[in-house]
């Protein structure tokens, strides 16, 4: 679109279905490469992709003409697909339905990306369902706890 401009940070997080810890060391890195190929293939640019065991944060530059809920369903679909393809866990892999999402302005970029990249350490002490309800709150997003994630103490 000419003359279309834009600078919109979305930073997106999706759980694994059951919350199972079955994204383990030996293909982590490879799902987050895996991912950045998605979305740079459908034209999005990634700032930063990481997670823990149970859950994935994707931080990218959403283009004007696309949707977040597209972008979210293609990239849950196509990697959930790789991880079966590729039988990296035992049984079927799946997403939980959902995710959540957040908007940040450029000068917040850095932050996010760092807060991202932490997800080892912040889960030392912090638990995802601490974290994702903390990002609820701060955003001021109203949740009914039934349709938050699947979460099991």
């Known amino acids: ?39 740079k293939n459908d034209g999005i640019f990634p700032l930063a992709i990481g997670g823990w ?14 949707r977040v809920s597209d972008i979210m369903r293609d990239l849950k679909s196509v990697s959930s697909k790789w991880i079966n393809d ?28 760092q807060y991202i990249m932490n997800q080892e350490e912040r889960h030392k002490k912090k638990t995802f369902k601490e974290e994702y309800l903390e990002l609820l709150n701060k955003f001021e997003i109203e949740y009914k706890d039934e349709y938050v994630f699947e979460f099991y103490e």
């Open 86 to 113: 590729n039988k990296l866990v035992i049984e079927k892999f799946q997403w939980q339905e959902g995710y959540g999402a957040f908007s940040y302005s450029r000068s917040q970029r850095n932050n996010v990306i």
């Open 53 to 66: 065991k149970d859950h994935v944060h994707v931080f990218f530059e959403l283009p004007p003409t696309l």
């Open 1 to 39: 679109m000419p003359n279309t401009y834009s600078q919109i940070n979305i930073h997106c997080v999706f759980a694994v279905k059951g919350r199972e810890n079955v994204i383990t060391k030996n293909f982590r890195d490879d799902l987050y490469r895996y991912m950045t190929g998605i979305l």
